[in-house]
Each structure stands twice: as structure tokens, then as C-alpha cells.
């Protein structure tokens, strides 16, 4: 058998395993389907079979292997799932490996953040750029530095490939070297760097610090197998605090076993973390299986990209009273997936249940007759409950009343901060990306106790017009604060790593400041809660 062949009947095979797993492999769990149920599936792959079997034959164009992969692949597969609900995938072998990369958090490579800039000299008009390296890794102890340029990996050269490519040349077996050459601005030769590849961990509290005195912070950027260790070991740092904010915002979820783990470490035990219910498997309790005594107040900060486990997580606080929600109201995801391994390096991530919070408010936003596109993207339309009239009402352990099926509302409303056409230029254009490196070359460092004084802003205002880009001095009085911390926030990645660059932009945040402002409101909810309890012991 050719090996076009081979590989067509493969990607057939992986169609139709799939269709059984979505379809069979839950009715066994349920019961027998009917006679007519079964005759209607058979009839339908069939069908399918016919019709592949015909643009195998057919098509104008030959059927390749990657037109093959293509069709079944990014058309086929996710065209039944999409039908059923926005959030059930097909993982092929590349996005399993990735799937699962990412829920173990670690993967063995040199430990940096790259991605394409333009580049209009370069083969495909781009060039692949260091974001910045991860703290502790080989390209970090080796002084690999933000800005800098990947030239070749091995001695093969990058140009014309892409950042997924490059990744992929970068990541191998521990314990192996793999040579690396990069152009510098400021150097005047290539610099090359032999790294010898390492575990590389990702963490998922990626800042955890004092952000006023008495006042801990974290920003927990998703949901994986280390998430509740590594909010343990932030809480641990803190020590004796009389205030926390949970920084939630843009937290996609991950996995729920440490979306419970996480929630465990503010309530009580036994509370109710999360529900789930649905059909082809008994409902599941999820509980706070050691609990804690912890008594500050918690302020949990939240956008409309707060998602599934981070959901989760906002629901239960809010429920029990332990913690004040503000921000915007989440996405609204509160279908759980799980993952049936199809073939060896393949995956299918089918809705099996729904989330609930403890109070029994539905987490999942409609999305019946709502494109994929408006589902993501337009949801203050298109999705969004015009008002509260028509949604679920549900009451808290005080007996403070919220709202089920549109994502978890905020206690208080923190608008997203939003950016004009002026910061968008920059943003676009690298601008404060790339005058750190200007910067850096023309000073050589900068030191804890720096500041973005007059001087800077007049380097940062004639580095602008050497770039070509556009301004007035209005455009930058308006938001001169924003563009100091920015400067700031870039040369402290640079010069001291990223976690001090991410610290800077925290402790100048907007959002954050209010989030701080509400400590006080959290307080009082708690105090509201316990005069509930005396009050109402069977709400306790």
C-alpha cells in the first residue's frame, strides 16, 4: 500500500474512532441506543466513507497528504464538534503534545519566550526574536537577553521559518547541547551560546509579592498539574497578612482537580467547591477536603477572558461569602471536557458534564444559535443577557443574591482599561521592546533605584522618530505614566529578569490599585457572613 495511502486510511480511522467515541462510547455508560438510533448512525458513516471516497477519487487537485490531513483534521472533526458546543476539540498529534505539555506545566528545552517581528530585510519579512528568558533556565544563566536575534540553532539557519519551527529545533533530551547563534544589538559580531537543555518549569503563580504593606498579591495565570502547590508556597512567603488580591484576569482554566485544590486553601471543610452534572456519568461534588482557617479578606480580580477553573475558583469564593469579586463578568465557560484518547497521540476533549457553583448558579453562557466568532468575540451583544430579568437567581451563605448563566458577575464593577490609538502604535510596533535594547546598547544597565526621568522620555521621544513613528507632545502627556512604567517595565526584564518586569506593571496597574481599594468591602462581607451565621446557623 503507497504511503499517501496508508496515510489517508489513517486519517480515516482516526474520523471514525472519533465518531464512536463521541457517539458509542457514552451510550454504553447510558444505555443500549435504539434499533433506529444505531441504523441512523451506520447510515451517517457510511455516508461519510461515500463522500471521502468520492473526493479521493474526484477532487481536481490530488489529495496529498497534507489536503488529506487538512480535510479530516481542521474540517471533518471539528465540524461535528462545533455543531455540538463551542468548546469540544479534536486534539491532533501536534495539539496533544502541546495540550499535555501544557498541563504538566515543564518540557525539556534551553526555557525562553520567542516570536516572529518584522523584519523587511529578512526572508519572509520577519526574524525571530527573543521575548525574554525564563528565569533559572540555560538561556538565562547563559545571559541570553530579550531582543536579542536567533540566527541559526545548530547551524542551521532560521530564516524563512517560523517560531513554532525554531521551538521546535530548541527543545530536545536533557542533558544535550544545542548551539545557538544570535545578532545583538550593540555587538558587533554574532554572539553564540552552547546550551545544554533542562527541564524548563512554566509556573502558573508567575508573581507573587507584597504589593502594600500587610497586603499580599498573586496573579495565577492558568490551571495546571502545579497551580495549588504553587499558590501554597506564595501564601506560605506572605506569612501573617491582613489582605489578599487574586489576580484572575485572563485565566483561561486548565485542569479542575487544582481548581479545587486552590479553593481548598480559603474555605472551610466540607464546603462545596463545584458541582457537575451530566449525562452519561454520575454527578460529581467536589468539597474542600481540608479547608482552612484563614480569616483576612480576599479580593478576587477578574475579566471578561476569566475562565472555566479560574471560574471555578471565583464562584466558590464569591458563594461562600470568602471573597469579594470585582472586575468584569467572566466568560462564562462552565462545560467540562473530557479528554478520550483516540490513538497513541491523539485526542478527543468531548463535554461530558456542566459546572455549577455551590449555590447551584449555572457557570456556562448560552450559545445556541451564536456563530463560533460571536461566541469569542462579541459577547456584549450577541451573548450577553441584556439584563437580569430572565437569568437564575441564587443567594450566597449571607444570603446576598447572584446570578447564574452568563460567567460569575462582579460584587463591583473595575472597567477594563482601555488603550488609544496612540499606545496601540506603540504596542504594534515594539516600540518600548525595542528601545530597551537601544537603550541597553547605548547605556550598557540600569540599576534597582532607576527612574524614567526628563532625560529618558527625550531618548524614549527621539528613539520614536529614528523608528519612523508618528507623535505629538499631547499624545504623550496623555499618557505619560503609562509609557514611564512601560519604558521601565521592558529594562527591568531586560536587565533583572521577567518576573521584575511583570512586578513593575503590577505595582503601577490601575485595576490592581482598585482591587486594593476594596479590602476594606471584603472585610465587611465577612463580618456580614458571620452575623448571617449567628442569625441562621444552617447557612454556616
Not at 555587538?187 to 502558573?204: C, T, Y
Not at 507584597?210 to 501554597?232: A, D, K, L, Q, W
Amino acid at each position: 500500500m503507497a504511503p499517501r495511502t496508508r496515510r489517508a486510511l489513517y486519517s480515516v480511522t482516526v474520523f471514525l474512532a472519533t465518531c464512536a467515541v463521541a457517539g458509542s462510547f457514552i451510550n454504553q455508560r447510558v444505555a443500549a441506543q435504539s434499533a433506529t438510533d444505531e441504523s441512523t448512525l451506520r447510515d451517517s458513516l457510511r455516508n461519510f466513507t461515500n463522500v471521502y471516497s468520492l473526493v479521493e477519487q474526484n477532487y481536481a487537485d490530488k489529495m496529498t497528504t497534507d489536503k488529506t490531513d487538512k480535510a479530516i483534521y481542521d474540517g471533518a472533526i471539528p465540524g461535528m464538534l462545533h455543531v455540538l458546543d463551542p468548546h469540544s476539540s479534536f486534539y491532533d498529534p501536534k495539539a496533544y503534545a502541546q495540550m499535555r505539555e501544557d498541563q504538566h506545566g515543564r518540557y525539556y528545552g534551553v526555557g525562553m519566550t520567542i516570536q516572529p517581528q518584522p523584519d523587511p530585510t529578512a526572508k519572509g519579512g520577519t526574524k525571530i526574536v527573543v521575548l525574554y528568558p525564563f528565569e533559572g533556565t540555560p538561556a538565562y544563566k547563559a545571559g541570553v537577553r530579550p531582543g536579542d536575534v536567533i540566527l541559526s540553532v545548530d547551524g542551521k539557519s532560521t530564516e524563512g521559518m517560523d517560531s513554532a519551527a525554531v521551538a521546535t529545533m530548541l527543545k530536545g533530551p536533557r542533558n544535550t547541547h544545542v548551539l545557538v547563534t544570535m545578532s545583538r544589538e550593540g555587538s558587533d559580531k554574532p554572539l553564540q551560546f552552547d546550551l545544554v537543555r533542562d527541564e524548563v518549569s512554566r509556573p502558573s503563580v508567575d508573581l507573587a509579592f507584597m504589593i502594600r504593606p500587610g497586603i499580599g498579591y498573586m496573579h495565577v495565570t492558568n490551571f495546571m498539574e502545579t497551580t495549588s502547590r504553587e499558590v501554597g508556597d506564595a501564601l506560605d512567603k506572605f506569612g501573617d497578612i491582613n489582605g489578599l488580591v487574586i489576580d484572575l484576569r485572563g485565566n483561561p482554566g486548565g485542569l479542575l482537580n487544582e481548581a479545587v485544590n486552590m479553593s481548598d486553601k480559603f474555605l472551610q471543610k466540607g464546603q462545596i467547591v463545584v458541582s457537575q452534572r451530566g449525562r452519561a456519568f454520575p454527578d460529581q461534588v467536589y468539597r474542600a477536603a481540608h479547608g482552612s482557617d484563614t480569616k483576612y479578606p480576599i479580593v478576587v480580580l477578574v475579566n471578561r477572558n476569566t475562565a472555566s477553573a479560574a471560574e471555578i475558583v471565583s464562584g466558590a469564593l464569591q458563594d461562600h461569602d470568602r471573597a469579594l469579586i470585582v472586575g468584569e463578568t467572566t466568560f462564562g465557560k462552565g462545560l467540562v471536557q473530557t479528554v478520550f484518547q483516540i490513538t497513541e497521540n491523539t485526542g478527543l476533549a468531548l463535554t461530558t458534564y456542566h459546572y455549577y457553583t455551590p449555590s447551584g448558579r449555572l457557570i456556562q453562557r448560552n450559545y445556541n444559535n451564536v456563530s463560533l466568532y460571536d461566541y469569542y468575540y462579541v459577547r456584549d451583544s450577541a451573548t450577553q443577557p441584556k439584563d437580569k430579568a430572565n437569568l437564575e437567581v441564587k443567594l450566597t451563605d449571607s444570603g446576598r443574591t447572584v446570578y447564574g448563566g452568563g460567567g460569575i458577575t462582579p460584587d463591583e464593577k473595575i472597567d477594563n482599561l482601555k488603550s488609544n490609538r496612540f499606545q496601540d502604535s506603540l504596542v504594534i510596533k515594539y516600540a518600548f521592546f525595542n528601545f530597551s535594547k537601544h537603550y541597553l546598547a547605548q547605556h550598557g544597565s540600569v540599576s534597582k533605584d532607576f527612574t524614567v526621568d526628563d532625560a529618558v522620555l527625550q531618548e524614549f521621544k527621539a528613539f520614536l522618530k529614528s523608528q519612523n513613528i508618528d507623535y505629538t507632545d499631547q499624545d504623550i502627556a496623555g499618557v505619560q505614566d503609562w509609557i514611564k512604567t512601560s519604558i521601565k517595565s521592558e529594562l527591568y526584564t531586560s536587565q533583572f529578569g521577567q518576573l521584575e518586569g511583570l512586578k513593575v506593571r503590577a505595582e503601577w496597574d490601575p485595576q490592581i490599585s482598585k482591587a486594593v481599594s476594596f479590602i476594606p468591602e471584603a472585610q465587611s462581607l465577612q463580618e456580614h457572613l458571620k452575623l448571617a451565621q449567628k442569625t441562621n446557623p444552617a447557612n454556616h
